[in-house]
């Protein structure tokens, strides 16, 4: 048992970036125990899937051919049936909605010990060693589960995406459904309300915090993203206020965002905030406080006042 298996995620017909990251989690875990990378998807167009899937560092593309959409049931027998035939070493899971849905069911059906919302991943010996964060980014803690195998769900952009074609060799999986075992149907996707824009998909966010002081001043942050081209979004304040709707925010209890560049407009860079825009490529703080947390991680630290520094941008920009 040296082998690896993650569970790709995907959502009204698109592979999320999150399948990307855990083929590249899945290869460093691989490269410590000495196994091949089994990189599996379940339902949805999965032939389509496995092209984009079968990427450098995947050894092995597992297709299961079962419905449109994510179900839980379909998932937890697929995903144990795939077990007891690869036998490996770990699983990885998406630390998502749909990968924290079953993988507590898979765990307990596999009796595998299993660890959730995992930043990062070493091995030693037979020891599987699970960075966590805690206390809103404040604290790092390491869990070791030396079961020999263990399931591990793994957050959103905490690993760079995997990129290039590999040689997978891609393998129709011929999962058993026990259809009188599926206690729910899924009868199609839905974005809730206000759920237009998904900022953990855009490229560049323009984010806005409590330094923009009134509502109608969005206009001129709204202004700014229209000449960018970019995203809307925001600091948890924000929304709190009613000023923008809960799916824009960023952060611990909003969203984990991956964007090329996130400009960071009178946010001060909170715990909270920083864990889920850390990720970002490019990270440009304008805030008349030199002294703000946001300033520290910026690459480009802009000190000086938004209401001066958004309205250049605009003229330079549109
Ligand atoms: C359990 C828990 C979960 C949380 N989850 C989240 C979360 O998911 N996301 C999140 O964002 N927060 C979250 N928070 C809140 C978080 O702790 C902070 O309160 C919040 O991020 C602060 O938002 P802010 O940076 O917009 O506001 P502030 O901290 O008030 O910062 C405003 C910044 O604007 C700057 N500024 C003011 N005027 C100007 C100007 N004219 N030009 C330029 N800069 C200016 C100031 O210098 C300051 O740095 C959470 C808190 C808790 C307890």
């Known amino acids: 048992m040296t082998d690896v298996l993650a569970i790709a995620d995907h959502r009204d017909g698109e592979l999320r970036d999150v399948s990307f990251e855990l083929a590249t989690a899945g290869r460093a875990l691989a490269d410590e125990t000495g196994g091949d990378v089994h990189l599996a998807v379940i339902s949805g167009p999965v032939d389509d899937f496995a092209d984009g899937l079968a990427l450098d560092g995947v050894d092995v593309v597992h297709t299961v051919e079962y419905g449109d959409e994510f179900n839980h049931d379909v998932y937890v027998q697929a995903i144990s049936q795939l077990y007891e035939t690869i036998e490996p070493q770990y699983v990885l899971v998406p630390n998502s909605v749909n990968g924290l849905d079953y993988a507590p069911a898979v765990a307990a059906r596999l009796d595998l010990p299993i660890v959730t919302d995992v930043v990062d991943l070493d091995v030693d010996g037979e020891t599987l060693i699970a960075t966590r964060e805690m206390y809103g980014g404040k604290v790092e803690t390491t869990t070791e589960l030396d079961a020999g195998t263990a399931l591990a769900t793994i957050r959103e952009g905490e690993w760079p995406a995997a990129e290039g074609a590999g040689e997978s060799s891609i393998d129709a999986f011929d999962a058993e459904i026990d259809e009188a075992a599926i206690g729910s149907t899924v009868t199609g996707f839905e974005e809730v309300a206000g759920g237009d824009v998904d900022i953990s998909e855009a490229d560049l966010l323009v984010s806005i915090g409590r330094g923009i002081e009134e509502e109608e001043n969005l206009d001129l942050i709204r202004d700014l993203a229209d000449a960018l081209d970019a995203t809307l979004s925001s600091s948890r304040p924000i929304v709190d206020a009613g000023w923008l ?74």
């Open 245 to 318: 709707p809960a799916n824009r925010q960023v952060g611990q209890s909003g969203k984990v965002v991956t964007p090329e560049v996130y400009i960071a407009i009178g946010i001060s860079g909170a715990v909270q905030h920083v864990a889920g825009m850390k990720g970002a490529d490019t990270i440009v703080a304008i805030n008349t406080d030199p002294n703000a947390p946001i300033m520290d991680i910026a690459d480009y630290a802009i000190h000086d006042d938004l209401f001066d520094v958004v309205p250049a941008l605009i003229e330079q920009f549109s």
